[in-house]
């Protein structure tokens, strides 16, 4: 049992920034104010919050995934504009705070003429 919920917990596990070829929406709960508040302010903008974790070396932080998805320009550009209204909608004081968009392109493939 005890390693079923070691299990269960190492997969709420996310690591900070984008792997490659990611793009990642999301919001620092641990940076807000009133949890539940945002969460609900979330649901009803139409997303499904994935609530994950963070283990920073200052301590650890609770992580609503929002989107994640693989890169691509175009999503690129749609997520920024919902970082952009999120953070004047969720942390209007201090806009970077916990709103978080985290994105890797994907490697480009280098070819020896």
Known sequence: MTSTILKQVQSLIIRPGA???????GLD?????????VLNALVKRGYEPEIRYLQLAIGLHVFAVLREA??????YEQLLDEWEILCEAI???????AVRLWSCRPAMAIVAA
């Open 19 to 25: 792997r490659p070829n990611q793009i990642l929406l």
């Open 29 to 37: 709960l641990t940076e807000v104010e009133n949890v539940s508040q």
């Open 70 to 75: 693989t890169y691509s320009d175009e999503l």
């Open 91 to 97: 942390t209007p004081d201090d806009l970077n705070k």
